[in-house]
């Protein structure tokens, strides 16, 4: 499976982006996927995870305001982000995680949230 992840860039607070995330190769193997965020001297953490049959879940910190969706044919996986903050900013990497237990990474895309 290989990721490309999109979307990120620089946004003043309040502000919406959605990052894209296209999934090549063996995606028939995919059991879930997800997004995740680092900040420099920080664990990836989870921010949402969507799963073959539909069902999401986020950290409490974007519930309400991020929304995870997989498009029909489970090519490309989104994360809608509205009202940005501050404390959003950091790289977001998205994840698949395959029926044999293998996870694979896209490469980072960087949310910026400044005034």
């Known amino acids: 499976v290989q990721l490309q992840a999109s979307g990120g860039g620089l946004v003043q607070p309040g502000g919406s982006l959605r990052l894209s995330c296209a999934a090549s190769?063996?995606?028939?193997?995919?059991?879930?996927m997800g997004w995740y965020c680092q900040v420099p001297g920080k664990q990836r953490e989870l921010v949402a995870t969507?799963?073959?049959?539909?069902?999401?879940n986020y950290a409490d910190s974007v519930k309400g305001r991020f929304t995870i969706s997989r498009d029909n044919a489970g090519n490309t996986m989104y994360l809608q982000m509205n009202s940005l903050k501050p404390e959003d900013t950091a790289a977001y990497y998205c994840?698949?995680?395959?029926?044999?237990?293998?996870?694979?990474w896209g490469q980072g895309t960087l949310v910026t949230v400044s005034s």
């Open positions: 190769g063996s995606i028939f193997s995919i059991l879930f």
């Open positions: 994840l698949a995680r395959t029926n044999r237990g293998r996870n694979f």
């Open positions: 969507i799963a073959s049959g539909g069902s999401t």
